[in-house]
């Protein structure tokens, strides 16, 4: 069966140091992956996309990679601070619709 | 420039009532998307409405489920006898014009469902 995997975990880390979460995926070959940001009580917002054919995507102190061989995409934060604190969410299309990860909790502390 | 809205913000209904989710995509959004979100969880797919058109009802509940997107209008999910179970977070979600496929989702706030 098809499945998104991501830390189910808490990632603690200090701020100022870089923040890595992992997103696999079984069963799909997904064209796009989707990274969103959810904070308590809101509903999720849109960061970055990444299609299969690109290996890494950046923007301002974020950064995507998307590996279709390993299935698995990486996304960092780098510089972090505290305002970075929340729910990273990823999300593969499946058909007609984007299927989301249970999510990581991100938590940098000052 | 509003987002997408969703209310009532809460909404709390005794078991057996009806619950009437109401959600408003951005505008010029024609694509509209309901997830449910039980803590702890992640987002789950129910139901994918383009104007007056269910096109993806796999996520929903064979029974006590409906959507509806009409052409003037609010989207509205309706859950009609809630249970318990029924208790979460529902959030609406809008995308422009092609579908999801290569299209981000706008997210609403959502409605807290609490069934007593």
């Known amino acids: 069966s098809q499945k998104i995997e991501q830390n189910s975990e808490a990632l603690n880390i200090q701020e100022g140091k870089t923040a890595t979460l992992t997103c696999n995926y079984t069963?799909?070959?997904?064209?796009?992956l989707q990274w969103y940001r959810q904070d308590p009580g809101r509903g999720p917002v849109f960061l970055l996309l990444?299609?299969?054919?690109?290996k890494e995507k950046r923007k301002e102190r974020l950064k995507v990679t998307f590996d279709t061989t390993l299935k698995q995409s990486l996304f960092h934060i780098t510089a972090s601070q505290p305002a970075d604190s929340a729910t990273y969410l990823c999300a593969l299309v499946e058909g007609n619709k984007l299927v989301f990860g249970a999510g990581t909790i991100l938590r940098v502390k000052s | 420039n509003a987002g997408v809205m969703q209310n009532p913000r809460h909404l709390v209904r005794r078991r057996g009532q009806e619950a009437r989710l109401r959600c408003s995509p951005m505008?010029?959004?024609?694509?509209v998307y309901w997830y449910r979100q039980l803590p702890e969880e992640g987002l789950k797919f129910m139901v994918y409405l383009q104007k007056e058109n269910i096109i993806d009802e796999s996520g929903m509940p064979k029974e006590r489920f409906s959507a509806e997107f009409p052409k003037e209008g609010p989207s509205i999910l309706r859950i009609q006898q809630v249970v318990r179970g029924d208790s979460a977070a529902y959030f609406c979600a809008s995308s422009l014009a092609t579908g999801a496929t290569n299209e981000k989702l706008f997210f609403g706030s959502g409605t807290q469902l609490s069934v007593l």
């Open positions: 990444i299609r299969e054919n690109e």
């Open positions: 069963n799909y070959s997904p064209a796009y």
């Open positions: 505008k010029g959004h024609s694509h």
